[in-house]
């Protein structure tokens, strides 16, 4: 019987991506080798990793604009370290929106090489919303911004204008909404969101702002060194590469990020307008600011947890517990997830509001 997976990450991907990385498992491109087993530097891999990085600049609507896009390792966490090491000048300062944890993170990695500005921060509040109306300032290296916080459930819908690099962490909401990606100077996102399993991270990275910060960086750390070695600096994570590609194929085929932005619109607007039509739940985040990708919801009377747990559960609804930090549910949505299992679980719902 069919599982609705809403789990935060690693989650869902589409089901051809499983079934076609299931039989590269096998049998990679009819090679009698299995994806697992063959090399990095094999014609058919580096043609994998030559396709998935153009097609991200494709979907991004970022080819020919003077950007780069890399697979790399080490999560997103590593991404914390890697941008001060490129973009922060010696005595320079960097500008971080707190929006939430993953933000708070990428703070605290910043502060060890040099002034680190918070120009605002919501944590007064659990994180519940974004922040607003706040200053950059325009002698900073680069202004840092989380887009999409999983697990508080808010998502950024406008973003400040600048006339320093921006740098964004859309790991759970890239390639979700159409956005002029040009804004941003560098973009990373870990792959277990929207784009693949865990295991890679990618970076997008506009050239020209490279090679300025004067520091000596670790070659490992150095975005110019993946460039230049068309991430292929070290062995690549293959299959997480060659998943990823199979996700940004299948999205390229249903219309791109246009088509699924519509997409999760409609499936955000069925799951929000339940939890604000039904007098037994109530949202987390503040409205302006919910995301389309984590929905955060609890129950008004905590005395029905038990029976609603042993609903869905029962409806083969799996990963909707929410984070210990928020409590109550957390229902991610992200690209692949299909408005049935949404439907079934405003059925449940809908089914313990009649009950009670």
Same mark, same amino acid.
């Given at each position: 019987m069919k599982k609705h997976n809403f789990s935060a990450g690693p989650c869902i991907l589409p089901q051809e991506v499983f079934e076609k990385s299931a039989q590269a498992i096998l049998n990679f491109n009819n090679s009698g080798l299995s994806i697992l087993e063959i090399s990095h530097r094999s014609k058919d891999f580096v043609a994998v990793m030559d396709e998935a990085r153009e097609l991200v600049l494709e979907l991004l609507d970022l080819k020919g604009k003077g950007y780069q896009a890399l697979f790399l390792q080490g999560g997103a966490s590593l991404e914390f370290l890697m941008i001060p090491y490129n973009l922060m000048k010696e005595n320079g300062k960097a500008a971080y929106l707190d929006s939430g944890t993953w933000a708070s993170g990428a703070i605290k990695q910043a502060k060890s090489f040099g002034e680190t500005v918070v120009v605002a921060s919501s944590k007064d509040e659990n994180y519940s919303y974004i922040p607003k109306n706040y200053e950059i300032p325009s002698d900073a290296d680069y202004f840092h911004c989380t887009s999409n916080n999983t697990i508080f459930g808010t998502q950024i819908k406008s %973003?400040?204008?600048?006339? /320093?690099?921006?740098?964004?962490?859309?790991?759970?909401? /890239?390639?979700?909404?159409?956005?002029? %990606?040009?804004? %941003?100077? /560098? /973009? #990373? =996102?870990?792959?277990?969101?929207?784009?693949?399993?865990?295991?890679?991270?990618?970076?997008?990275?506009?050239?020209?702002?490279?090679?300025?910060? &004067?520091?000596?960086?670790?070659?490992?750390?150095?975005?110019?060194?993946?460039? =230049?070695?068309?991430?292929? #600096?070290?062995?690549?994570?293959? %299959? =997480?590469? #060659?998943?990823?590609? *199979?996700?940004?194929?299948? *999205?390229?085929?249903? &219309?791109?990020?246009? =088509?699924?932005?519509k997409l999760n619109n409609e499936k955000a607007a069925l799951l929000y307008n339940e939890i604000d039509r039904n007098p037994l739940f109530k949202g987390v985040a503040a409205t302006e600011d919910r995301s389309n990708m984590n929905v955060t919801f609890v129950l008004n009377n905590p005395e029905h947890q038990e029976t609603f747990d042993k609903m869905w559960k029962e409806a083969n609804i799996s990963g909707i517990n929410g984070h210990r930090s928020v409590g109550g549910y957390r229902a991610s949505i992200y690209n692949a997830m299909p408005i049935e299992s949404i439907q079934v679980l405003v059925d449940v719902m809908k089914k313990l509001e009649e009950n009670v």
């Amino acid at each position: 019987m069919k599982k609705h997976n809403f789990s935060a990450g690693p989650c869902i991907l589409p089901q051809e991506v499983f079934e076609k990385s299931a039989q590269a498992i096998l049998n990679f491109n009819n090679s009698g080798l299995s994806i697992l087993e063959i090399s990095h530097r094999s014609k058919d891999f580096v043609a994998v990793m030559d396709e998935a990085r153009e097609l991200v600049l494709e979907l991004l609507d970022l080819k020919g604009k003077g950007y780069q896009a890399l697979f790399l390792q080490g999560g997103a966490s590593l991404e914390f370290l890697m941008i001060p090491y490129n973009l922060m000048k010696e005595n320079g300062k960097a500008a971080y929106l707190d929006s939430g944890t993953w933000a708070s993170g990428a703070i605290k990695q910043a502060k060890s090489f040099g002034e680190t500005v918070v120009v605002a921060s919501s944590k007064d509040e659990n994180y519940s919303y974004i922040p607003k109306n706040y200053e950059i300032p325009s002698d900073a290296d680069y202004f840092h911004c989380t887009s999409n916080n999983t697990i508080f459930g808010t998502q950024i819908k406008s %973003f400040p204008q600048t006339d /320093i690099p921006v740098v964004c962490d859309m790991s759970s909401d /890239i390639f979700s909404r159409v956005l002029d %990606f040009s804004k %941003f100077d /560098i /973009i #990373y =996102a870990g792959a277990q969101k929207n784009m693949g399993p865990a295991g890679t991270t990618l970076v997008v990275v506009k050239e020209e702002i490279l090679g300025k910060s &004067g520091r000596t960086i670790p070659n490992m750390l150095d975005y110019q060194q993946h460039i =230049a070695k068309e991430s292929m #600096y070290n062995t690549p994570p293959v %299959f =997480a590469v #060659y998943t990823s590609l *199979l996700t940004l194929q299948w *999205l390229k085929n249903l &219309g791109g990020v246009p =088509a699924i932005e519509k997409l999760n619109n409609e499936k955000a607007a069925l799951l929000y307008n339940e939890i604000d039509r039904n007098p037994l739940f109530k949202g987390v985040a503040a409205t302006e600011d919910r995301s389309n990708m984590n929905v955060t919801f609890v129950l008004n009377n905590p005395e029905h947890q038990e029976t609603f747990d042993k609903m869905w559960k029962e409806a083969n609804i799996s990963g909707i517990n929410g984070h210990r930090s928020v409590g109550g549910y957390r229902a991610s949505i992200y690209n692949a997830m299909p408005i049935e299992s949404i439907q079934v679980l405003v059925d449940v719902m809908k089914k313990l509001e009649e009950n009670v």
